[in-house]
T-cell receptor, first 115, second 114 residues
């Protein structure tokens, strides 16, 4: 199983809503990532978890709150988002962060629209 | 804010021709590089990787070339097919104080015409 599964595939939310994005992998990977991708742009790193601990937060606003309940699951909690936060949110995983030659596997993404 | 009308660099090739997609990277300390393919509405998909101790690596119909002197990476696709139409990103695995993370280049849109 080389799959990273993200739910939901699409999400429309208002600026006062609270929602969560979910990501799951069963490859035994110990590093998991959230990326944000705007149209016609490359993915931009938001957060990195290594062994269920947050190791990188790329100056992401606090209205995005990541959580790693266990080594297979990664959540992104959303609250009080702005329309400019509308984007494709990608989850990825890799074996470990300390190794250089480590391919990251990506999920299909959640297409988020903030209205 | 985001620029309106920002376009990705686009490469248009005829079916059956070879394609070459180029990428410049900035960090001379980067030691691992990956090419990803992203189709519309999907996540990036691994194509091929290369370590910094190599200058060429071949896969099925794809070849990656690495020139560390000028910090340049290229992806060659042989006998391009309509299914190859997608956006292609190079990514470098760079090491910060807290470990490795993938950073993506700008991307090139490949359009294969029949």
């Amino acid at each position: 199983d080389t799959e990273v599964t993200q739910t939901p595939k699409h999400l429309v939310m208002g600026m006062t809503n609270k929602k969560s994005l979910k990501c799951e992998q069963h490859m035994g990977h110990r590093a998991m990532y959230w990326y944000k991708q705007k149209a016609k742009k490359p993915p931009e790193l938001m957060f990195v978890y290594s062994y269920e601990k947050l190791s990188i937060n790329e100056s992401v606003p606090s209205r995005f709150s990541p959580e790693c309940p266990n080594s297979s699951l990664l959540n992104l909690h959303l609250h009080a988002l702005q329309p400019e936060d509308s984007a494709l949110y990608l989850c990825a995983s890799s074996q470990e962060r300390s190794r250089a030659n480590t391919e990251a596997f990506f999920g299909q993404g959640t297409r988020l629209t903030v209205v | 804010g985001e620029s309106v009308g920002l376009h990705l660099p686009t490469l248009s090739v005829q079916e059956g021709d070879n394609s070459i997609i180029n990428c410049a990277y900035s960090n001379s300390a980067s030691d691992y590089f990956i090419w990803y393919k992203q189709e519309s509405g999907k996540g990036p998909q691994f194509i091929i990787d290369i370590r910094s101790n190599m200058d060429k690596r071949q896969g099925q119909r794809v070849t990656v070339l690495l020139n560390k002197t000028v910090k340049h990476l290229s992806l060659q696709i042989a006998a391009t097919q309509p299914g190859d139409s997608a956006v292609y990103f190079c990514a470098e695995n760079t090491n910060s104080n807290s470990g490795y993370a993938l950073n993506f280049g700008k991307g090139t849109s490949l359009l294969v015409t029949p």
